[in-house]
T-cell receptor, first 117, second 115 residues
Framework: AQKITQTQPGMFVQEKEAVTLDCTYD???????LFWYKQPSSGEMIFLIY??????QNATEGRYSLNFQKARKSANLVISASQLGDSAMYFC??????????????FGGGTRLMVKP | GAVVSQHPSWVICKSGTSVKIECRSL??????MFWYRQFPKQSLMLMAT?????????EQGVEKDKFLINHASLTLSTLTVTSAHPEDSSFYIC???????????FGPGTRLTVT
């Protein structure tokens, strides 16, 4: 079974509008971390935001926020005030385990976001 | 933030030759490094986990004799693609773990083309 599912292969958003990128995950481990990365055409993986499974509040980083719904096992990324430079692939990823710094990330299939001027 | 470098950023090689890709953590010690492969328009797939001073752990379906990984120091891991074939052409990305749960730093990637 897929551990990370991103159901939107591609999305369009109008510049300056907000957009939500969906991510659902599957794990039986109570300790895990959820990540969102942006990958522009250059290929580099740019870290956007992190949410720990025990974090009480939704994570926010500038224009990025993570809508964490633990019971639904979803971790949607919200980008506010979209900019043309936001056009890229976006990946949701999960790391499992309490002392999980040495554990791998499992990635979803990605969502290509295209911002229209 | 921490920096991870990869060298080379791109390489073209002939079928049958070997190619070595280096991954360095520049300002921190990385006990664990990871190697991912990404085909065009696809996601990142973990190839192997590299631990300093020990043998790498390969994911199912990844040939360890073809993709040799060496993690000889806390700042350097290398991936050698041996006897490369055109189907090995891909984007290879390494990452290194920091001490915090959210600390996962990626290198800029290496684009390998085998002709």
């Amino acid at each position: 079974a897929q551990k990370i599912t991103q159901t939107q292969p591609g999305m369009f958003v109008q510049e300056k509008e907000a957009v939500t990128l969906d991510c659902t995950y599957d794990t039986s481990d109570p300790s895990y971390g959820l990540f969102w990365y942006k990958q522009p055409s250059s290929g580099e993986m740019i870290f956007l935001i992190y949410q720990g499974s025990y974090d009480q509040q939704n994570a926010t980083e500038g224009r990025y926020s993570l809508n964490f719904q633990k019971a639904r096992k979803s971790a949607n990324l919200v980008i506010s005030a979209s900019q043309l430079g936001d056009s890229a692939m976006y990946f949701c990823a999960m790391r499992e385990g309490r002392n999980n710094a040495g554990n791998m990330l499992t990635f979803g299939g990605g969502t290509r976001l295209m911002v229209k001027p | 933030g921490a920096v991870v470098s990869q060298h080379p950023s791109w390489v073209i090689c002939k079928s049958g030759t070997s190619v070595k890709i280096e991954c360095r953590s520049l300002d921190f010690q990385a006990t664990t490094m990871f190697w991912y492969r990404q085909f065009p328009k696809q996601s990142l797939m973990l190839m192997a986990t590299s631990n300093e001073g020990s043998k790498a752990t390969y994911e199912q379906g990844v040939e360890k004799d073809k993709f040799l990984i060496n993690h000889a120091s806390l700042t350097l891991s290398t991936l050698t693609v041996t006897s490369a074939h055109p189907e090995d052409s891909s984007f290879y990305i390494c990452s290194a773990s920091g001490t915090g749960p959210y600390e996962q730093y990626f290198g800029p990637g290496t684009r390998l083309t085998v002709t």
